[in-house]
Nanobody, 121 residues
Framework: QVKLVESGGGLVQPGGSLRLSCAAA????????MGWYRQAPGKQRELVAA???????NYADSVQGRFSISRDNAKDTAYLRMNSLKPEDTAVYYC???????????????WGQGTQVTVSS
């Protein structure tokens, strides 16, 4: 079992910045990918950014150049730095991780509880 604890959401004006953090807690689980998804009202959940254990990153076109994902493997923590925020970035942001469970001996996915990001003047 892996628990993801998110922090850093809130209200920010257009053009502002926020940093989200996601800490994974759990044993017997080898984390590979950590990332962030978001879901706005009435829309499907979409990938925002992801990073592998070796540091390979992937971004949605809509956030490329504005958002930056990083991780501290020693702390099993991922960070999403969001700059130049726009009203259309408003959504609930969910942390996600995928890895190998040494107990179940299979690849599993886990999700955080979500954190609200609102971009508004």
């Amino acid at each position: 079992q892996v628990k993801l604890v998110e922090s850093g959401g809130g209200l920010v004006q257009p053009g502002g910045s926020l940093r989200l953090s996601c800490a994974a807690a759990g044993s017997v689980f080898e984390i590979d990918v950590m990332g962030w998804y978001r879901q706005a009202p009435g829309k499907q959940r979409e990938l925002v950014a992801a990073i592998t254990s070796s540091g390979v990153t992937n971004y949605a076109d809509s956030v490329q150049g504005r958002f930056s994902i990083s991780r501290d493997n020693a702390k099993d923590t991922a960070y999403l730095r969001m700059n130049s925020l726009k009203p259309e970035d408003t959504a609930v942001y969910y942390c996600h991780t995928r890895g190998f469970s040494l107990v179940a001996e299979m690849i599993l996915d886990y999700w955080g509880q979500g954190t609200q990001v609102t971009v508004s003047s």
